[in-house]
């Protein structure tokens, strides 16, 4: 038996939150309005063989897509704390994570992107995020580092617009 080589590397992010002045069912609404949820029916033609045809039904979602959510704040209630609002987003699209993983299969690690969309105690709302630029920078790809500027840009865009 071989033991496994493990190395670590520190890397460094750029954590951005976007606050806003609207409830927080105001601005999941807008979020939830402005992307569908992903159409996992690509999953099924990829496993039947089916590739142009699943390129071809991910080429017709967004630009970005719901992958899935999970109620944060719903858990706290297992921590015996009162519940609160705190939904986390995984927000990306397939074809734009395939074009980076196609050149760095690692980057694979952050995609889709994680936003969570949150209230604080004292009633703000805020959605918060890891810079994609800056998560798939530490590859050291300009392909990666390309995709992810434009990721980068329709992120924020989209959460901007969902906040004002």
């Known amino acids: ?23 927080f069912e105001a601005v999941r609404t807008a979020l939830e309005a402005a992307l569908p949820k992903l159409d996992n029916a690509y999953v099924q033609l990829l496993a039947s063989g089916k590739v142009d045809a699943a390129r071809d039904l991910l080429g017709r979602q967004g ?37 980076m ?18 209230e604080d105690q004292d009633g703000r709302v805020a959605f918060e995020y890891d810079r994609p630029r800056a998560s798939f920078g530490q590859f050291g790809d300009k392909d990666v580092d390309a995709v992810a500027g434009e ?12 906040s004002t």
């Open 1 to 23: 038996m071989t033991n496994p080589e493990i190395s670590s590397v520190p890397v460094t992010t750029e954590h951005v939150p976007i606050r806003s002045a609207k409830p």
């Open 63 to 99: 630009p970005l897509s719901i992958f899935g959510t999970r109620n944060h704040g719903q858990l706290l209630q297992i921590a015996g704390l009162l519940q609160r609002r705190a939904i986390q987003y995984d927000i990306g699209n397939p074809l734009t994570a395939s074009m």
């Open 101 to 118: 993983t196609r050149h760095v299969l690692s980057s694979a690690l952050y995609a889709p992107i994680r936003v969570l969309l949150s």
């Open 151 to 162: 990721l980068d840009g329709r992120l924020m865009e989209v959460l901007v617009a969902a």
